[in-house]
T-cell receptor, first 110, second 115 residues
Framework: KQEVTQIPAALSVPEGENLVLNCSFTDSAIYNLQWFRQDPGKGLTSLLLIQSSQREQTSGRLNASLDKSSGRSTLYIAASQPGDSATYLC?????????FGAGTRLFVKA | DVKVTQSSRYLVKRTGEKVFLECVQDMDHENMFWYRQDPGLGLRLIYFSYDVKMKEKGDIPEGYSVSREKKERFSLILESASTNQTSMYLCASSSAGGGGYNEQFFGPGTRLTVL
């Protein structure tokens, strides 16, 4: 059974810092991995999707990597801003199911 | 841009009522999903549909049913609402090309309270 873990559960950083969020999964037979952002009381906003055949994806200040063999993905946020404060979730899809991690709550201090 | 809309942002219902949550997507996606999100439990899949009139149970289908009569619309039905169904309900959609597991796009969510 696929399990998805995100570490840390919460993170507080000063504005301008580069940071890495981690996601690990137990079953490497996946189709894709997706990173989302969720603001309090809102739905999920898709940030990046990495197909199983890819190693990384980039969008603006965000870079996500995928290492299937070790069951790990990282989301790198460059030059963090207060507007980046949100909960970040990773989700792994395989076998008609998407399993979500519990998320990392990020707070960027001005 | 893909747009997924949900009929209500906030809903308050009484125990035993029949509740309908509506979701509409405008990108001609084949796949549609209903999740619920609870503190400490994360997102859990209730039902999904990969085509009109097709549905599959997710991890927690008990107490729920779904309807997909048109490709763009996926409805979640609580036949007899109970207090343990108080939750945030999230709808999502994705295309089925390239193997069937593509980027999921979410709606804004419906915060349902059952009294």
């Amino acid at each position: 059974k696929q399990e998805v873990t995100q570490i840390p559960a919460a993170l507080s950083v000063p504005e301008g810092e580069n940071l890495v969020l981690n996601c690990s999964f137990t079953d490497s037979a996946i189709y894709n991995l997706q990173w989302f952002r969720q603001d309090p009381g809102k739905g999920l906003t898709s940030l990046l999707l990495i197909q199983s055949s890819q190693r990384e994806q980039t969008s603006g200040r965000l870079n996500a990597s995928l290492d299937k063999s070790s069951g790990r993905s990282t989301l790198y946020i460059a030059a963090s801003q207060p507007g980046d404060s949100a909960t970040y979730l990773c989700a792994v899809t395989g076998g008609f199911k998407t399993i979500f991690g519990a998320g990392t709550r990020l707070f960027v201090k001005a | 841009d893909v747009k997924v809309t949900q009929s209500s942002r906030y809903l308050v219902k009484r125990t035993g009522e029949k509740v309908f949550l509506e979701c509409v997507q405008d990108m001609d996606h084949e796949n549609m999903f209903w999740y619920r999100q609870d503190p400490g439990l994360g997102l859990r899949l209730i039902y999904f549909s990969y085509d009109v009139k097709m549905k599959e149970k997710g991890d927690i289908p008990e107490g729920y049913s779904v309807s997909r009569e048109k490709k763009e619309r996926f409805s979640l039905i609580l036949e007899s609402a109970s207090t343990n169904q108080t939750s945030m309900y999230l709808c999502a959609s994705s295309s089925a090309g390239g193997g069937g597991y593509n980027e999921q796009f979410f709606g804004p969510g419906t915060r349902l309270t059952v009294l």
